[in-house]
């Protein structure tokens, strides 16, 4: 199945069973709030986890464009992504744990055709503060699927403090033969989907209270899907990572890491540039600039000659497609080859300041801070293309 015939058989079987489509937020999170970028796709829909009525009512649907960088030192595996696509579906204070199972059971097998017995289902075994979910547990094994119970694995939060609870994830087997082992044992049991009963509240100092109403919040990332409804080894076979990966290994001998590592962070950067972020020094604009960097110290690694313009237009213009942002891909291009330039005129820079210091020995951690606080320099850069210089 395509993207876009995964994303509408997924958005039709939940709105056979009323559900409304939610509107998708940018990956800009409105003022006030402290994280960077929207996360997951209950990022948005916090205030209404917490209790506020949401205009469309109580059970929601949509996608959402997600951006995590938890995952930017995973990037370069098969599965990991800096930005991606989020399906996800919402209960507020409706339905529970037991019915987003079976429905969302029903959607793996039925609608998208996955094997049963390929599924292994995780859920929470319980701490000294929330007992087992004996609810999650019992619809799982009345259904037929494998359970493995787990501790802090199988508890969800966007963070600290704020909206949590235990979930239930969803496993596929994707090796050869029959399945063996448990999720926890054998990486070969891929997460496709979280199941999340949204009950509490963390506060700051630890304790939970119960929130007003009981939420269920699903996110299931769409290119990971993709990847076990294909039967491949790697989310860059898909579609939606396609464009990329065939535009870079025309240009460049790039494979294993090195070509995931590059493929990513420039069409995560693209994604970031189409909802208005900018390079810079901080926040979100250094998020962005560290992406273009990592990619080009890869790049640059074997040959500083390559360009970031060398690449055609093609993948720009579909990433900006399937992420529905309504940007031209010329003038995002345009900021990238302009942080290239920057980029080139620091090395340039620094590698003087770099030749200095390891003409007294090697760097130390003092050496590597001068560096960056200083002048600018990270230590990946450093590392990658400046302390191997000359």
Partial sequence: MTPDQIID????????????DAPESSLIPPPGDPVLFTTSGMHPLTPYLAGRPHPAGRRLVDVQRCLRTTDLDEVG????????DMLGSWSLGDYGIATSVRWGHELLTE???????????????????????????ATWTDLGVPVEATGAENWWSNGP?????PDSEIFVWTGEGPPT??????????????????????HDDGRLTALPMSNIDTG?????????????????????????????RDRWPLEGPDLRIVVDHLRSAVVVLGDGVRPG??????????LVRRALTVLWRDDPERGLTELPLDPYADTLRRFRQPAGAQPLRAVLADEERRFRGLLRRGRPLVDRLRARGPLTEPDYRWLHDTHGLPRDLVDGLLAGAG
């Fill in 9 to 20: 058989m997924f958005l039709d079987h939940y709105r056979r069973r009323g559900h409304r």
């Fill in 77 to 84: 595996d098969a599965t990991h992504l800096t930005v991606f």
């Fill in 111 to 137: 609608g998208f055709g996955v094997d049963p017995v390929r599924l292994h289902a995780t859920v929470f075994g319980g701490d000294d503060q929330v007992g087992p979910d004996e609810t999650a547990w």
């Fill in 161 to 165: 403090t704020g909206p949590c609870g």
């Fill in 181 to 202: 082992g448990t999720p926890t044992g054998d990486d070969r049991w891929v997460e496709v989907w979280n199941h999340v009963q949204m009950r509490y509240h963390r």
């Fill in 220 to 248: 299931m990332g769409l290119e990971r899907l993709e990847m076990v409804l294909r039967g491949a080894r790697s989310v860059f076979e898909g579609d939606g990572l396609r464009p990329w990966v065939d535009a870079v």
């Fill in 281 to 290: 020094n901080t926040g979100r604009g250094y998020v962005l600039r560290r």
